[in-house]
């Protein structure tokens, strides 16, 4: 895992892509007790080309270094990596308030557990509302900080 | 750097497409057999405790499973 990151991390600080976070399952255990998931999803700020989204350079540069590609995702040091680019308000401002963490000696960048906690509202599928009652439960979070994600963005969920 | 509406909406079909390919995935590892899926969970506890070393807890060591 942290030679994927390392990857990943130089892929941020040479251009391929602008920023990126770490969202769901994973990112859910930077704050929660371990909960079985495989692959990593990196929210990614994309090229923009003429105005329209391109993710051509990211898998350019993994083909490049040998990663391959299977299904939806790359293997990245035996990791299983999906690079989704923000697709709504919320998740852009997700990625724009990241956090900085460390995965062993390698910083990388987290989604807020707020952030977590809201765009798994906004899914909504079971798994993760039960991503939402882990986070909640386990770590501490800025109840201020949710209640305005939440309320800027409509989201409603019953936390009792 | 903030992208348009436009653009976001872009995001979200790529975002969707990767989304119904994860299901498919997660139906297909559901599947494989109980033996991986236990040697992938004491990974993902080592993993774990990279994250939140202060989680280690010396008593109960799951990847000795």
């Known amino acids: 895992m942290e030679k994927a990151l390392k990857v990943i991390n130089e892929m941020k600080r040479t251009g391929i ?8 399952g994973i990112g859910t255990m930077f704050y929660t007790e371990t909960f079985h998931t495989k692959d990593l999803d990196i929210f990614v700020y994309p090229k923009i080309i003429s105005g329209l989204i391109r993710l051509d350079d990211i898998s350019g540069y993994l083909k490049s270094k040998g990663y391959r590609m299977e299904n939806q995702y ?20 997700a990625l724009k308030k990241s956090v900085n963490r460390s995965f062993g000696k390698v910083k990388v960048k987290v989604f807020r557990p707020e952030y977590l906690i809201a765009i798994a509202i906004k899914t909504g599928r079971n798994q993760d509302f ?6 909640i439960q386990e770590t501490s979070i800025n109840k201020k900080l949710l209640s305005g994600i939440l309320k800027r963005y409509n989201l409603k969920y019953d936390f009792n | 750097m903030t992208l348009t509406k436009e653009q976001l909406n872009q995001g979200w079909l790529i975002a969707l497409r990767i989304f119904k390919a994860k ?15 236990i040697k992938e ?18 008593r109960i060591i799951p990847w000795k499973i």
């Open chain 1, 17 to 24: 892509i602008d920023d990126y976070a770490i969202g769901g």
């Open chain 1, 74 to 93: 790359f293997i990245i040091e035996g990791v299983p990596v999906d690079f989704i680019p923000v697709y709504d308000e919320l998740t852009q401002e």
């Open chain 1, 130 to 135: 039960l991503k939402v009652g882990r986070i």
């Open chain 2, 23 to 37: 299901e498919k995935t997660r139906k297909l590892w559901a599947k494989e057999p109980i033996e991986k899926k």
């Open chain 2, 41 to 58: 969970l004491i990974e993902l506890q080592k993993i774990m405790v990279t994250v939140n070393p202060e989680s280690r807890d010396n």
